[in-house]
C-alpha cells in the first residue's frame, strides 16, 4: 500500500536554486494538493487540483508552480528558492466528495539557506 | 470567516488524564469537522470527523463534542497514553467546496 509518495525527503538548496518536489498517488483519487506546514501556522494550502489538467491556486502559491498531467502525479516546482520557503510541504490526495478523508505523504523537509 | 481558531498551542497532560483541544470557527456554512492526527516526521491522518447534524461522537477514547449554537467543537482523548503524544489539528469545511479550512495546531505530550 503505497498510498502518497514524495521525495525527496529532505533537501538543502541555495538562494536563487529552483528545484522539483515529487508527489504521486496509486489511489486514484482525483483531488491532490500541495501545502507547506510551519510551527504555529499549521497547514497552508500552496496549490491544488480536482482532476488531470486543472490546477489551482492555494493560500500561499507565490514562488511555486504547479502542473498535473496525469492522474496520479502532482509535482511542486519552486521556481527561484527563497529562505521564506524553509517549511516542510506536504503533498495528498483524496476522492470528490465532501467529508471524504484525506490521505498525506511523508512529508518534505525543505532548507534554503 | 474562513478561520478555525485551535486552543491551545500545546498541552501536557499526564498518562491516564484527559486531554481536550477546543477548535471555534465563525462561518455557519460549515458542515463538517474533521480531527487530525500527525507524528513526528510523519503526514497528518485522519483520526476522527463529525457532521453538524450531532453533538457528539465517540471512537475508542476519542470523542468530538460540538456545540452548534456557540460554533465550537472539541476533541477529548480519554486516559490518555504517551503514545497519543502527537499534534492535533482540527479543521472545517463546507458542502460545496473542496477546500478544508485548518486549525494551527496543537501538540501534545503526554507525560508517563
Known amino acids: 500500500n503505497a498510498g502518497v509518495t514524495q521525495t525527496p525527503k529532505f533537501q538543502v538548496l541555495k538562494t536563487g536554486q529552483s528545484m522539483t518536489l515529487q508527489c504521486a498517488q496509486d489511489m486514484n483519487h482525483e483531488y491532490m494538493s500541495w501545502y507547506r506546514q510551519d510551527p504555529g501556522m499549521g497547514l497552508r494550502l500552496i496549490h491544488y487540483s480536482v482532476g488531470a489538467g486543472i490546477t489551482d491556486q492555494g493560500e500561499v502559491p507565490n514562488g511555486y508552480n504547479v502542473s498535473r498531467s496525469t492522474t496520479e502525479d502532482f509535482p511542486l516546482r519552486l521556481l527561484s528558492a527563497a529562505p521564506s520557503q524553509t517549511s516542510v510541504y506536504f503533498c495528498?490526495?483524496?476522492?470528490?466528495?465532501?467529508?471524504?478523508?484525506?490521505?498525506f505523504g511523508e512529508g518534505s523537509w525543505l532548507t534554503v539557506v | 470567516q474562513q478561520q478555525v481558531k485551535q486552543s491551545p498551542q500545546s498541552l501536557i497532560v499526564q498518562k491516564g488524564g484527559i486531554s481536550i483541544i477546543n477548535c471555534a470557527y465563525e462561518?455557519?456554512?460549515?458542515?463538517?469537522f474533521p480531527w487530525y492526527q500527525q507524528f513526528p516526521g510523519k503526514g497528518p491522518a485522519l483520526l476522527i470527523a463529525i457532521r453538524p447534524d450531532v453533538s457528539e461522537k465517540k471512537e475508542g477514547r476519542f470523542t468530538i463534542s460540538f456545540n452548534k449554537s456557540a460554533k465550537q467543537f472539541s476533541l477529548h482523548i480519554m486516559d490518555s497514553q504517551p503514545g497519543d503524544s502527537a499534534t492535533y489539528f482540527c479543521?472545517?469545511?463546507?458542502?460545496?467546496?473542496?477546500?478544508?479550512?485548518w486549525g494551527a495546531g496543537t501538540k501534545l505530550i503526554i507525560k508517563p
Open positions: 495528498a490526495s483524496r476522492k470528490p466528495g465532501q467529508g471524504n478523508t484525506i490521505y
Open positions: 462561518n455557519t456554512a460549515f458542515d463538517y
Open positions: 479543521a472545517a469545511s463546507k458542502n460545496s467546496n473542496y477546500q478544508l479550512i
